[in-house]
């Protein structure tokens, strides 16, 4: 169907040549373009607005290049058990008391094991699913068995970023391979849990990477109903320490291209927001950002506070997205 003259359908035959031409339009036209799309699929002016807390931190055996909790670099990050559910509760309380509508626990695991700290884990679902918010994890690798678990607790998303292209992606990890994070999705998709998938800009890869990244997520059967576009966040003493900051420019142009491709996905304004004015974010939301995490940290690295997204809320006329919004995204294709 076209309208306003944007095809207006769901699509997940993208080719990488249309990619191109939409990727690389003059951004003030490509913004516009998206915030176009972004109307007739979207809830202008609502923003899902999420938390994220590392309930084990550090000591994690991959080699991510970007990040500070790989135990084999010298970052400065103490290394934490897992929180007791206590902890994570009135963590989870005071996140649905600044106007979170979803809380992500994030684990340094290569992978998920099946022992008591996945069992504990299970009961920290429970417990934040008990309280009325959508409840995510990003816990590593889990098969199938494992996400079936997670969502019999009350899992609702499960996060497991691409990073990269898959060209690139062994230059940014080599512990694993670019087909054990499809597979992952995968298993999370077949146990009817919401798929949270996206990348991280500024790891030193090309625009042709970051095509390729976007090819992959849209061209998947069904798309992820949340794509997470991150900036890397520097971190002395990681491989990637002196890559130069992306400007707001790059994430607007990753956002809008985003938006168009996967029209009905929650596209998350993630990791770097801390360093972006206002007057920055307002430019991604206009380019179809409708998704926030708010809190101090984002695991180990800083983020804008609950009070100052709240002022930014009301400055720009947004308002959170309620938690469990029925808006069941039509599979593609």
Same mark, same amino acid.
């Given at each position: 169907?076209?309208?306003?003259?944007?095809?207006?359908?769901?699509?997940?035959?993208?080719?990488?040549?249309?990619?191109?031409?939409?990727?690389?339009?003059?951004?003030?036209?490509?913004? +516009?373009?998206?915030? #176009?799309?972004?109307?007739?699929?979207?809830?202008?002016?609502?923003?899902?607005?999420?938390?994220?807390?590392?309930?084990?931190?550090?000591?994690?055996?991959?080699?991510?290049?970007?990040?500070?909790?790989?135990?084999?670099?010298?970052?400065?990050?103490?290394?934490?058990?897992?929180?007791?559910?206590?902890?994570?509760?009135?963590?989870?309380?005071?996140?649905?008391?600044?106007?979170?509508?979803?809380?992500?626990?994030?684990?340094?695991?290569?992978?998920?094991?099946?022992?008591?700290?996945?069992?504990?884990?299970?009961?920290?679902?429970?417990?934040?699913?008990?309280?009325?918010?959508?409840?995510?994890?990003?816990?590593?690798?889990? #098969?199938?068995?494992?996400?079936?678990?997670?969502?019999?607790?009350?899992?609702?998303?499960?996060?497991?970023?691409?990073?990269?292209?898959? /060209?690139?992606?062994?230059?940014?990890?080599?512990?694993?391979?670019?087909?054990?994070?499809?597979?992952?999705?995968?298993?999370?998709?077949?146990?009817?849990?919401?798929?949270?998938?996206?990348?991280?800009?500024?790891?030193?890869?090309?625009? /042709?990477?970051?095509?390729?990244?976007?090819?992959?997520?849209?061209?998947?059967?069904?798309?992820?109903?949340?794509?997470?576009?991150?900036?890397? +966040?520097?971190?002395?003493?990681?491989?990637? /320490?002196?890559?130069?900051?992306?400007?707001?420019?790059?994430? +607007?142009?990753?956002?809008?291209?985003?938006?168009?491709?996967?029209?009905?996905?929650?596209?998350?304004?993630?990791?770097?927001?801390?360093?972006?004015?206002?007057?920055?974010?307002?430019?991604?939301?206009?380019?179809?950002?409708?998704?926030?995490?708010?809190? /101090?940290?984002?695991?180990?690295?800083?983020?804008?506070?609950?009070?100052?997204?709240?002022?930014?809320?009301?400055?720009?006329?947004?308002?959170?997205?309620?938690?469990?919004?029925?808006?069941?995204?039509?599979?593609?294709?």
């Amino acid at each position: 169907m076209m309208q306003n003259g944007l095809n207006t359908a769901l699509r997940n035959d993208w080719s990488l040549e249309e990619i191109k031409v939409i990727y690389y339009k003059p951004v003030l036209e490509l913004i +516009v373009e998206a915030a #176009n799309v972004h109307k007739q699929f979207q809830a202008t002016g609502e923003v899902q607005v999420c938390t994220l807390l590392s309930v084990k931190t550090g000591g994690c055996s991959e080699d991510c290049a970007y990040c500070p909790q790989a135990a084999r670099y010298h970052t400065g990050v103490d290394v934490h058990k897992l929180m007791s559910q206590e902890q994570v509760l009135t963590a989870a309380q005071r996140a649905k008391e600044g106007g979170s509508t979803r809380f992500c626990m994030g684990a340094a695991w290569r992978e998920v094991r099946d022992n008591r700290d996945f069992d504990k884990v299970l009961d920290m679902v429970k417990g934040v699913n008990d309280m009325g918010l959508e409840v995510c994890c990003t816990l590593g690798m889990v #098969n199938e068995y494992q996400a079936e678990r997670l969502k019999e607790a009350g899992l609702y998303a499960y996060n497991h970023n691409l990073d990269t292209s898959e /060209e690139n992606y062994a230059s940014i990890i080599t512990t694993r391979t670019y087909d054990d994070r499809l597979n992952t999705i995968d298993n999370v998709r077949k146990a009817g849990i919401s798929v949270c998938s996206g990348g991280i800009i500024g790891l030193g890869e090309t625009d /042709e990477d970051r095509i390729g990244m976007l090819y992959t997520l849209s061209t998947m059967e069904q798309h992820p109903e949340s794509v997470p576009v991150n900036a890397l +966040v520097p971190v002395k003493g990681t491989p990637l /320490e002196n890559q130069p900051l992306v400007s707001v420019w790059e994430m +607007v142009r990753m956002i809008a291209t985003a938006r168009i491709l996967m029209p009905a996905s929650m596209v998350r304004l993630s990791a770097g927001r801390e360093r972006m004015s206002v007057t920055d974010q307002a430019l991604c939301f206009l380019a179809g950002a409708n998704s926030i995490f708010t809190g /101090e940290k984002l695991l180990t690295t800083p983020n804008p506070d609950f009070d100052a997204d709240k002022a930014m809320f009301e400055l720009l006329g947004l308002s959170p997205r309620k938690s469990f919004k029925e808006e069941a995204q039509p599979v593609v294709g």
